[in-house]
């Protein structure tokens, strides 16, 4: 059994390139193999949010604090917040961040390869629509 306080955890900056505002990441998790889970503590500053990205093997988030939203590329927008839980396919195109007026952290669960980025930021207005 390992035990770590919150403080412990390594939190750090999210790649500029893949984000829109302050992210900080905490592996949350040892990674024994690689086909072990990938568990991410990831905080989302108000506003914060992903690039246009996929999973290979799909992705789901588990909300811990605050309020945020997700689109998918049929650009159907969702809001969440404490408790809900984001499922994205594998291979489906979408983004995940705060809202406007709330910071928001969620657990990442992933397998398989790594995150595939897409090239294209998500823009005020892609943000801002429902
Ligand atoms: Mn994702």
Known sequence: VEHRTG?????????????????????????????????LGVLFEPGARTDWHEHPEGQVLYVVGGAGRVQNASGETAEFSAGDVVYSAPGEAHWHGAAPGSYMMHLSLTTGAPTEWHPDKVTDEQYGSR
């Not at 900056?13 to 690689?34: I, K």
């Open 7 to 39: 403080s412990d955890v390594a939190w750090e900056p999210a790649p500029e390139q893949h984000f829109t505002g302050n992210v900080w990441f905490g592996e949350l998790a040892p990674r024994p193999s690689p086909e072990a889970v990938r568990v």
